[in-house]
């Protein structure tokens, strides 16, 4: 490349000192403008419709994401929900005065709050032995989470979770 600029002369013909210009007849141009030769074609003509094309691809790129965020979300909350309900049963159940009746209490009440959560039934089982005083009341409690199946995989979503309540030695006996 020559230095000082001697071989882009031709580029100067006819611009004040300063302007750059892509071919001759640009003498309009203030100092510091760039300008295009007149029948140039611009840019702008060459990428007409790129935006449909992108919107086209990317939007069911973006609402395939969102379901995916929307799904992984009610499972989320889905085994908050178990969490809870897993307590709310193990609680019912060890301020009972018998076994029958503390499982029947911890089923009614795990049934309660998972109501809206659990697309299947809801199984509580104990899982401590006996039902003596000073002894814990432990319960699972488990159902199947919609979750995934809004995005039509049909994958069986079953949650469990696990709880523990120690059974009060003044409870009610009679």
């Known amino acids: 490349m020559p230095s000082g600029g001697e071989g882009l ?5 006819g ?3 300063g302007d750059v210009g892509l071919a001759s007849g640009d003498e309009g141009l203030a100092s510091g403008d760039v300008g295009l030769a007149s029948g140039d074609v611009g840019l702008a003509s060459c990428d007409e419709g790129l935006s449909t094309v992108e919107v086209v691809i990317l939007a069911p790129v973006m609402i ?7 799904a992984f979300g009610q499972l989320v909350d889905g085994r908050g929900a178990l969490d809870g309900a897993a307590r709310d049963a193990a609680r ?9 009746t ?9 049934e309660a709050n998972l109501d809206d959560v659990c697309s299947g039934p809801v199984t509580v089982r104990q899982t401590s032995p006996g039902f003596e005083p000073d002894t814990f009341f432990t319960v699972e409690v488990s159902c199947e989470v919609r979750g995934l199946a809004m995005l039509g995989l049909d994958i069986p ?4 979770a696990s709880f523990s ?3 009060d030695p003044f409870r009610r006996t009679a």
């Not at 002369?9 to 013909?13: I, K, L, S, Y």
């Not at 019912?92 to 029958?100: L, P, T």
């Not at 979503?157 to 469990?160: A, E, F, G, V």
Request: hydrophobic share 55%; aromatic share 8%; proline share 5%.
């Open 9 to 13: 002369a031709f580029w100067d013909e």
């Open 157 to 160: 979503t079953t949650l469990s």
């Open 64 to 70: 395939l994401f969102i379901l995916v965020l929307v």
């Open 165 to 167: 309540s120690p059974l």
């Open 102 to 110: 503390a499982m029947a209490e911890a089923r009614k009440a795990a």
């Open 15 to 17: 611009l004040p000192s």
């Open 92 to 100: 019912a159940g060890s301020i009972q005065k018998d076994h029958a």
